[in-house]
């Protein structure tokens, strides 16, 4: 995932190395550490070029890292379940909460281990599904469980694995 520039710690780490590739007029080597980093190529030529200051917010670095997680997380998921909507709430909370963003870009703290501990709290937390709902849902079983938390309960879940 972080093959040719490693896992940066945080977006002035991911600014440092931009800016040391602009000053050895390394334009591709630019591109692809945004690109590793979930940054558009359309912003590295911009700070290439010097349209813009820096090549990323600590809200574009943590969005970037999530991207890359989330493309590769996808290349075994197709299907649409919770999880994209635990994604998205990760998301979500980096586009309005600065201190999330600097959180998320930490070494070490990443969307499978986030998803885990979603999948821990959901597993932990199982309770029986009425019997009228399973014979509605056309299920043939003697018990069925379900554990998912909430929308509040999975941002608490995700606040405390990212270091809220």
Same mark, same amino acid.
């Given at each position: 995932?972080?093959?040719?520039? $490693? ?10 190395? #931009? ?9 591709? #080597?630019?591109?692809? /550490? ?6 558009? *190529?359309?912003?590295?030529?911009? +700070? +290439? ?5 820096? %090549?990323? &917010? =600590?809200?574009?670095? #943590?969005? $970037?890292?999530?991207? !890359?997680?989330?493309?590769? +997380? ?13 994604? =998205?709430?990760?998301?979500? /909370? !980096? =586009? &309005? ?7 998320? *870009? *930490?070494?070490? *703290?990443? %969307?499978? $281990?986030?998803?885990?501990? /979603? /999948? ?8 029986? !599904? ?11 079983? $003697?018990?069925? &469980? ?19």
């Amino acid at each position: 995932m972080f093959d040719t520039f $490693g896992e940066f710690d945080s977006w002035e780490e991911i600014n440092k190395a #931009a800016q040391g590739q602009k000053e050895e007029g390394d334009e591709e #080597a630019l591109i692809k /550490l945004a690109e590793e980093n979930g940054i558009d *190529r359309e912003d590295a030529e911009d +700070y +290439y070029d010097g349209a813009i200051q820096e %090549l990323c &917010t =600590s809200v574009i670095a #943590a969005l $970037g890292k999530l991207k !890359v997680e989330k493309e590769e +997380y996808k290349k075994s998921n197709k299907e649409k379940n919770i999880i994209d909507d635990w994604i =998205s709430y990760i998301e979500n /909370l !980096v =586009s &309005t909460d600065e201190a999330y963003a600097l959180n998320i *870009r *930490r070494k070490g *703290r990443n %969307l499978k $281990g986030c998803i885990g501990a /979603l /999948l821990k709290y959901s597993f932990e937390h199982q309770v029986s !599904v009425d019997k009228d709902i399973i014979k509605e849902a056309k299920i043939n079983a $003697g018990k069925v &469980t379900m554990g998912i938390p909430n929308m509040q309960q999975a941002h608490k879940i995700i606040k405390e694995y990212y270091g809220g």
